[in-house]
Nanobody, 113 residues
Framework: QVQLVESGGGSVQAGGSLSLSCAAS????????MGWFRQAPGKQRELVAR???????LYADSVKGRFTISRVNARNTVILQMNSLKPEDTAVYYC???????WGQGTQVTVSS
């Protein structure tokens, strides 16, 4: 079983930046891809960025060019650097392995205009 702990959320003004971190532990041997998801109030959870063990990345169109996902395999850590934040980025952000396992608590990101 995989345990995931997200951190780094907060409140910023539009145009600001935040960096989210995800520490994974447990049965993660052989896990290939990991991703960051978000869920805004009243909306479905969506995948915003993913990264393979080899470093291949993929982004949702809504965050492309603004968000950067990276991982430190030796520390089982995945980072999401978020720049040029917009109010529509406001959501609870979660990380997970792909395909998703048990969800963590997530971390709240709030962007004010």
């Amino acid at each position: 079983q995989v345990q995931l702990v997200e951190s780094g959320g907060g409140s910023v003004q539009a145009g600001g930046s935040l960096s989210l971190s995800c520490a994974a532990s447990g049965t993660i041997f052989g896990v290939n891809a990991m991703g960051w998801f978000r869920q805004a109030p009243g909306k479905q959870r969506e995948l915003v960025a993913r990264i393979t063990r080899g470093g291949i990345t993929l982004y949702a169109d809504s965050v492309k060019g603004r968000f950067t996902i990276s991982r430190v395999n030796a520390r089982n850590t995945v980072i999401l650097q978020m720049n040029s934040l917009k109010p529509e980025d406001t959501a609870v952000y979660y990380c997970n392995v792909l395909p998703p396992a048990t969800w963590g608590q997530g971390t709240q990101v709030t962007v004010s205009s």
